[in-house]
């Protein structure tokens, strides 16, 4: 982890499902893996990051299944 990357709480349809934080290589790594959630009911739901510490989180991409 470098000094400014943060640490989230992750919230699904208002409930914390967990924490995330952020690694660091040396150098950017894109689309790193930080949480995953399975077993969904079919429908809309509601994803969150929530920043708890560090500089910053930064984001570049999620994927969804169906």
């Known amino acids: ?19 995330t934080q952020a690694g660091f290589s040396g ?12 077993g969904l009911t079919p429908g809309q739901h509601t994803l969150q990051l929530v920043k708890t510490g560090g500089s ?5 991409a999620f994927q969804i299944w169906p």
């Open 27 to 38: 150098s950017y790594t894109p689309q790193q893996f930080l949480y995953q959630v399975r």
């Open 56 to 60: 910053y989180v930064q984001v570049d």
């Open 1 to 19: 982890m470098e000094s400014g990357d943060g640490t989230a709480n992750v919230l699904l349809d208002g409930v914390q499902v967990g924490t």
